[in-house]
Each structure stands twice: as structure tokens, then as C-alpha cells.
């Protein structure tokens, strides 16, 4: 028998609703890149932001969530659409989608570590499935749209993850109050993320583990990436 899910803390669900936000309007960017209309910033984008936590939730053997409670399928269709009617024409920027990206990153790197937990998940199992949690939405997205999935460009992209994941879990197991295990998770995880973007950190290949600044991976076969982009 299954163990039962434990309801999600007030402090959780902001989380995960802010992170399906800032996931679906980083989905949205995409699909305004790629030219789609309004139906294609409603796929891109609630896929992008529920992607991950299906994944988890379908790995889990636990009800996906938002077939249960369509808040969130509701939330990313919102977002996206509304980044629809409100973006600029000048869409040649990749900056909104990889900040809000790494937003996302964050967020969900707790709330996927947390509803395993919550679930009764290993605790590797569960910092794995934040991991998951955090970047299958945009491996999809990636994946859908033809762009080269960030996850596979040598960025500290699921290392972010795996890091807020990984504190998070390690913090309630030393029983600190959850809302500072969130809230240093989130930091950890994020601030790697934005020192990648900023920076341009990346794990190198064999012989190279790490590499900071230089040129960057092409994001997809039309366009490098480099740090003048991002401002």
C-alpha cells in the first residue's frame, strides 16, 4: 500500500505556485522566440511549468497533482497567456527566459525534494526526484522547441537542483524550521544559478571540471549565448 501524501504547507504551495509562474512565463519566452501563437504559449508554457512535477509525481506513483487540483494547470495557462498579450515585439533577448528560468530552478528544487519527503521517499531518492522536479519542465520545453536542453550544455544547471534538493533535505533532517530550510534552499540553489548565468560557470569535459567565462555553448544551431546577451 501506498503511503499517503501529506498535505502541503501554506509556505509550500507559494512556492510551487510562484515557480509554475515564473516556469511557464520562461516557457512562453520560448515559444515567442520560436514565433508560435497563443495556443503555442499555452502548451509551451504549461508544459514547462507542470512538466517536472508530473515527471516526479508519475515516478512516485502518486496522483499527479494537478489532475486532482487544477490550480496549477489553471496558473501556468494564465501566465503564459498573459506573456502572450503583454510581451514586447523586440523578442531577440534570451535574458526574461533564463532568469525566470533559474527562478523556477529554484523554486522547485524544494518543492520536489518536499512532496517526496512528504510521500515517505528515501532521502536520496527524494533530493533526486527535486532534482526532477526542477528541471524536467525545461528539459521538455527544451526538447519541444528543438533548443539544445540546457541540462546538456555543461552548465550548472541540475547541479543548481540537485544543491537547493540536497540542502533542503539535509536542513529538515537536522529539523530546522521548515521555512528556513525553503528559504536557504531556494538562496543556494538560485545563487548558483544566477553566479552560472553571470558568469558564465560551466563543468568542463574530462581534464577541465570546471570553466568560467569564455565562449559559450550554442543554445540552439542559430544563436550562441554569450554574456552580452544576457544584459
Known sequence: MLPPSEPLSTSILAIMYAGDVVFAISGALCAA???????????????TGIGGGTTRDLLLGRTVWWTQDPAELVLCMVAAL???????????????????????LACFGVVG???????????????????????????????????QPMILCGELYATAALAGSLTYAVLIQLSLP?????????LIAFS???????????MGP??????????NVEQNPQETVTPQTLK
Open 33 to 47: 522566440r520560436h514565433r508560435m501563437d497563443a495556443l503555442g504559449f499555452v502548451l509551451i508554457g504549461t508544459i
Open 82 to 104: 498573459a506573456t502572450y498579450f503583454f510581451i514586447k515585439h523586440d523578442i531577440s533577448q534570451r535574458k526574461g527566459m533564463i532568469w525566470s528560468d533559474a527562478l523556477g
Open 113 to 147: 525534494c518536499h512532496v517526496a519527503l512528504g510521500f515517505g521517499a528515501p532521502f536520496i531518492v527524494a533530493v533526486f526526484l527535486g532534482m526532477v522536479t526542477a528541471t524536467g519542465g525545461g528539459v521538455i520545453r527544451d526538447t519541444m522547441t528543438q533548443t
Open 178 to 186: 521548515e521555512g528556513v530550510a525553503e528559504g536557504l534552499a531556494f
Open 192 to 202: 548558483l544559478r544566477a553566479a552560472t548565468i553571470l558568469f558564465n560557470i560551466r
Open 206 to 215: 574530462p581534464g577541465e571540471f570546471i570553466r568560467i567565462g569564455g565562449r
